[in-house]
């Protein structure tokens, strides 16, 4: 009887030590999928974090392109002279050029294409839909983020108005 008792002592013990040790690794898997809560959570954060920093930057390079546009058209009513000032690099003299309109062969500016779209438009149109409109004619851009450079011109013009839950439209 002794022997069976001392059997089932060990196999207690050894279930005991499988109980503590499945113990541990379940608590393991705890530590591990809050490590992996938090890291998801982190790169969440970053996500956000790099959007809005993609969106700044289309914010700067539409508000660089058309400084480059009022630049050049400064340049275009002047006499034409033996030597043209030197361009930075070739990515400045296509940003320079980037948008002729296809009657007139000469650059505007993105908001002159907004005046344009907007004068043509029979009612209030969304930022969207306008920067969809200067594309289909013929304004060329490398933004990634068309829609926001259009919107953020939109709140900057004096003469555009918004009508809440309709859209952008001249002021009359």
Do not use: C, W
């Not at 982190?42 to 508000?63: F, K, M, T, W, Y």
């Not at 594309?135 to 953020?152: C, D, E, L, M, R």
Request: aromatic content about 4%; proline content about 4%; charged content about 30%.
């Amino acid at each position: 009887m002794s022997d069976l008792l001392s059997h089932f002592d060990t196999q207690i013990q050894n279930q005991e030590q499988l109980l503590r040790e499945r113990e541990q690794e379940i608590e393991q898997l705890r530590r591990q999928r809050d490590r992996l809560a938090e890291l998801t959570q982190q790169r969440e954060e970053l996500h956000n974090q790099l959007r809005a920093i993609e969106s700044d930057i289309a914010l700067v390079e539409g508000s660089m392109t058309s400084s480059l546009h009022r630049f050049a058209n400064r340049f275009d009513s002047l006499p034409p002279t033996t030597t043209s000032p030197p361009i930075a690099n070739q990515a400045t003299a296509a940003r320079i050029t980037e948008s002729p309109t296809p009657s007139e062969g000469k650059v505007t500016t993105l908001k002159d294409e907004i005046k344009k779209v907007l004068r043509a438009a029979r009612g209030p149109l969304s930022g969207a839909d306008i920067a969809d409109r200067i594309k289909a004619g013929g304004y060329k851009t490398s933004s990634a983020n068309f829609a926001n450079i259009v919107k953020k011109h939109l709140n900057e013009m004096e003469d555009v108005s918004h009508v809440r839950g309709e859209g952008y439209k001249l002021k009359k």
